[in-house]
């Protein structure tokens, strides 16, 4: 069963910069893996942050930026607010129609 | 406005068959644009995808669930369903339902991301 592996929790100061990482066991990740972010708070469905690497949602601050760091994608969060406090899952295309996400990071900004 | 509202019973047996309903508005399910998936979260774990039901009608199931596991649509009333067979404890979950967007690479289609979720329904499975 694929794993797709991400850091469990981080903590950030207010205004401080945080980058979350995302990968799987068996190699690099590219665009190729359509990777897109989630963010959930405790009792609400997931929103859609990123999408296809780095594409931001509607509505989405631009604090929020996605990238390919290295042979992960990361998720990255200049300037954390508050309201930034959340549980970020990353998803990728693995082929033959099948997503997998990953255990998820839960932020906290305090 | 998309809106997707996940419906079903909240508890089920070990051993019996889960069955949910997802009700779209705003968007035509047939209308071909997008598809339509069921996604679960277990509380304190991650996300995991169930399955995704295309327009034309057929399915695409998580590996490890596959056996178990049926979407159907019902497109007169614009709704499609989860079953998910012989639950045990560890099926107990917040089952989500989500429209997906799709993009098109020669002939394959590719899901990209969830775009709406429905607001999540919670499913207990104990006796």
């Known amino acids: 069963q694929t794993v797709v592996t991400q850091e469990p929790s981080f903590s950030v100061s207010p205004g401080e910069t945080v980058t979350l990482t995302c990968g799987w066991g068996s190699g690099s990740i590219s665009t190729s893996y359509f990777p897109s972010w989630y963010q959930q708070t405790p009792g609400q469905a997931p929103r859609t942050l990123i999408y296809n690497t780095n594409i931001r949602s509607s509505g989405v601050p631009d604090r929020f930026s996605g990238s390919i760091l290295g042979n992960k994608v990361a998720l990255t969060i200049t300037g954390a607010q508050a309201e930034d406090e959340s549980y970020y899952s990353c998803?990728?295309?693995?082929?033959?129609?099948?997503?997998?996400f990953g255990g998820g990071t839960k932020v906290t900004v305090l | 406005q998309v809106q997707l509202q996940e419906s079903g019973p909240g508890l089920v047996k070990p051993s019996q068959t889960l069955s949910l309903t997802c009700t779209v508005s705003g968007d035509s399910i047939s209308s071909g644009s997008y598809h339509w998936s069921w996604i679960r979260q277990p509380a304190g774990k991650g996300l995991e995808w169930i399955g995704r039901?295309?327009?034309?009608?057929?399915?695409k199931y998580n590996p490890s669930l596959k056996s178990r596991v049926t979407i159907s649509v019902d497109t007169s009333k614009n709704q499609f369903s989860l079953k998910l067979s012989s639950v045990a404890a560890a099926d107990t979950a917040v089952y989500y339902c989500?429209?997906?967007?799709?993009?098109?690479?020669?002939?394959?289609?590719?899901?990209?991301?969830?775009?709406?979720w429905g607001q999540g329904t919670l499913v207990t499975v104990s006796s």
């Open positions: 039901l295309y327009t034309n009608g057929s399915t």
């Open positions: 998803m990728l295309y693995m082929g033959n129609g099948v997503v997998v």
């Open positions: 989500a429209r997906v967007v799709t993009l098109v690479r020669g002939v394959i289609i590719i899901p990209s991301y969830f775009d709406y």
